[in-house]
């Protein structure tokens, strides 16, 4: 899959390898088996860069694996084997989680800081769920602000927070779903003609059509880790920025 | 580029000399030790020849020399980047490419205004170029005239070129990518050089003995530049933010590694070149 020029990712180059490997994980792995559908971990780029143990060589790569996460399966195809922009990504989580966005132009950080906000709130005021006082009495997490110190000191820690909270989010919000994993990725290994091929061949019914239609939908188990990891990784670049440019 | 300096070789200073300097009595100045009350000279600078390779950076050949047990360890950064600046071709080779630099961003800049201060810097340069020629030269009597207006000169281009960096700030704001590029890499530029240029006309203000002078000059160029680099840290501290959220020029993400050096070198070699000269010996020697 081709990176798609996105400046809302270019935060990435400036991740270390770290806090790449944990996003990375997120974009390949499914209770450390692989996704069945991931294209990252064959691509000749990043298995380079995994061996010299340096992940900013490949962010393009890995960034161009979550856009492709974030697109439909047969729209990819149409665009060329690329993905969504980052931004469209947001939005869509955005859009699922009924979260009324008035400017979609405002700055990305700003649709991220919704997007966190929304998951913290309902996972919160949720009463049935086991995970706020695990949280709380765990890692002393009772705040958007707690969880950003805990980012700072302990990356896994908090890299395991986030997972745990976006997951318990949307299985709470749509519950577990066979048409989660999507075909994004698939399409640019079988090829435009092979599916074309394919969907003339069968003669889809309209229950087809709206299964095909289901499948290839974004994987938002995997978008709402990655935005949520992305999110962050952004805030602790800005909260750098004062330190690279000291007088 | 191998080259060959002279740094002071404090293994050969005097026991009046240390206890001078110890106390706080002694003042350095233009490589002759004083009595700070007056009370004449102490001792002629030991010097020491040494070899340096200026095809390296600056932060490479200064550690090399402070590693080096050809010197001695106490000599300071700021003496060394001072010895380097007045004896070698390094400041030459960055007055060039600042012409080049000058070049590059006559083609973007647009404006009359900002062009205008462009051609006084110009002539700054040369001018500092002319103060080192003068500053090798070991008669006083001989250019006494010239290095008065020279001084002249100098320092009414000095106030120029800290405005210069004010109004390009401004000005970039109006530019594309491409052009911001060049236009970043010359402000870096003019940063990198201004307490450099400033050090020159210190060690020429010192040679004919207008300390006073020297003293007032520096105040004023170190709270000229230090405004002039919060200004510009601000501006890329904003730009820079801008830019991770997806608002401003990509130029500050592809030049965030360049910057973050550029501000921790400012901190470690053009800093110590705006103190005083008294102040920069003393450091040196009482560390």
């Known amino acids: 899959m081709a990176y798609r020029d996105d400046k809302d990712l270019e935060v990435l180059q400036f991740a270390d390898n770290e806090q790449l490997e944990i996003l990375v994980k997120y974009l390949t792995k499914k209770k450390d088996r692989l996704h069945f559908n991931e294209s990252l971990t064959t691509n000749s780029k990043f298995k380079e860069a995994t061996k010299q143990g340096n992940l900013k060589e490949a962010w393009q790569e890995i960034a161009a694996e979550l856009q492709s996460y974030g697109g439909h399966t047969v729209t990819n195809i149409f665009r060329g084997g690329k993905g969504v922009s980052y931004r469209e990504i947001v939005l869509d989580l955005c859009k699922k989680m009924k979260i009324k966005i008035n400017d979609k132009t405002q700055p990305i950080n700003a649709l991220e800081f919704y997007y966190i906000k929304e998951c913290f709130t309902k996972i919160y005021s949720s009463k049935e769920s086991e995970l706020c006082p695990k949280l709380q009495s765990e890692f002393r997490i009772n705040t958007l602000e707690d969880l950003f110190n805990l980012a700072k000191n302990n990356m896994r820690a908090y890299a395991y927070i986030i997972s745990i909270v976006a997951e318990a989010y949307f299985q709470k919000t749509f519950g577990s779903s066979i048409f989660t994993p999507t075909l994004s990725l698939l399409s640019t290994r079988i090829g435009l003609s092979a599916i074309l091929g394919l969907e003339l061949a069968s003669g889809l019914t309209p229950l087809g059509v709206l299964l095909v239609a289901k499948m290839g939908e974004p994987d938002y188990k995997i978008t709402s880790q990655a935005v949520a990891h992305i999110a962050f990784l952004r805030i602790l670049q800005i909260e750098n920025i004062n330190q690279e440019f000291e007088v | ?287």
């Not at chain 2, 020629?133 to 002249?152: F, G, H, M, P, R």
């Not at chain 2, 970039?172 to 450099?196: A, G, Q, V, Y």
């Not at chain 2, 240029?197 to 060690?203: K, N, P």
């Open chain 2, 1 to 287: 580029m191998i080259e060959k300096i002279f740094m002071f070789d404090s293994s050969r200073f005097s026991d009046a000399l240390k206890i001078a300097i110890q106390n706080g009595q002694a003042i350095i100045r233009d490589g002759v030790a004083y009595y700070r009350n007056g009370g004449g000279i102490i001792q002629h600078m030991p010097l020491k020849e040494v070899t340096i390779d200026l095809s390296k950076s600056l932060s490479t050949v200064v550690s090399s020399l402070q590693s080096s047990i050809m010197i001695a360890s106490t000599i300071s950064t700021g003496v060394i980047v001072g010895a380097i600046i007045i004896q070698t071709a390094y400041l030459s080779n960055k007055i060039n490419k600042l012409h080049v630099s000058i070049n590059k961003v006559e083609k973007d800049v647009k404006s009359l205004y900002v062009m205008n201060y462009i051609t006084h810097l110009s002539e700054y340069a040369g001018m500092i170029e002319s103060a080192r020629c003068i500053l090798k030269n070991e008669s006083k009597a001989e250019t006494a005239d010239l290095a008065a207006i020279l001084l002249v000169n100098i320092a009414s281009k000095r106030n120029e070129l800290s405005l210069l960096i004010s109004n390009l700030i401004d000005y970039s704001n109006e530019l594309t990518d491409d052009h911001l590029m060049h236009l970043l890499d010359f402000i870096i530029l003019i940063l990198e050089l201004m307490p450099k240029f400033v050090y020159v006309e210190a060690m020429l203000s010192d040679r004919y003995e207008k300390f006073g002078y020297t003293n007032i000059m520096l105040e004023q160029s170190k709270k000229s530049y230090k405004e002039r680099m919060k200004e510009f840290s601000n501006w890329c501290k904003n730009k820079k933010e801008d830019a991770l959220i997806g608002k401003s020029h990509s130029v500050f993400l592809q030049k965030a590694e360049e910057l973050k050096l550029f501000f921790t070198d400012s901190k470690k070699y053009n800093y110590p070149l705006l103190e005083r000269t008294d102040e920069i010996w003393h450091h040196s020697l009482l560390t």
